[in-house]
């Protein structure tokens, strides 16, 4: 009963990577299949393309959905960066709170495009509506991360704080490799210059 416990909410607290994972897996597949059905077999799938479309609308935003629970979306914080902490923190909070209005439009503009969507595939036959849900799902969850990542910035500073400076952390790590194999070189480098210098007495 606890693994199944467990698994229910690994499940729930990757749902997003799960949905995002199983349209990549689909639309792979279904590209790949449809390759060899096209120049192997002279008989392409018409409806894969359609397929493809679907999977890669939800692999975009539900899969951004992932991104962003997970702080990996790319962001130019040249000048935060010179900010002190607390005012760094400040202006997060408040970009948070517009990301909870902004998500939350784009999501009810999604479902009133979901809703509406009267056009189906040429093909396959199928609605539109499949396709546009992606829409409204994926800022449904970024528009629920986002609200709780605001509460916790009152009720948990320290989480929130480690939440974005974990970048920076990343950022250092990088710094640091970047710098390890630049002086790999140099002394590759050097080596090479010694043994040109030892033919050349030769």
Not at 3 to 21: D, P, Q, T, Y
Not at 104 to 126: E, I
Not at 176 to 201: H, P, Q, V, Y
Request: net charge neutral.
């Amino acid at each position: 009963m606890n693994k199944v416990l467990k698994g229910l909410k690994w499940f729930i607290l990757h749902i997003e990577e799960v949905i995002a994972c199983i349209a990549l897996s689909i639309m792979l597949c279904v590209i790949f299949f449809n390759v060899i059905m096209r120049y192997i077999f002279r008989n392409p799938l018409n409806w894969s393309d359609e397929l493809s479309m679907i999977c890669l609308a939800y692999v975009t935003f539900v899969g951004g959905a992932a991104a962003y629970k997970k702080n990996l979306h790319f962001g130019i914080d040249i000048i935060l960066d010179k900010l002190p902490e607390k005012a760094r923190m400040g202006i997060r909070i408040i970009t948070n709170f517009v990301f909870i209005i902004l998500f939350g439009y784009t999501c009810y503009l999604g479902w009133v495009l979901t809703k509406g969507a009267v056009k189906k595939f040429n093909y396959s036959g199928w609605s539109y509506k499949i396709m546009d849900f992606a829409l409204p799902l994926g800022f449904l969850s970024m528009c629920i991360y986002a609200v709780r990542f605001f509460i916790m910035a009152f009720t948990d500073p320290k989480a929130y704080k480690h939440r974005y400076e974990q970048t920076y952390e990343e950022e250092n790590v990088d710094n640091e490799l970047i710098k390890t194999s630049e002086e790999m070189f140099r002394k590759a480098e050097a080596i090479d210059a010694d043994e040109g210098e030892r033919r050349n007495e030769k």
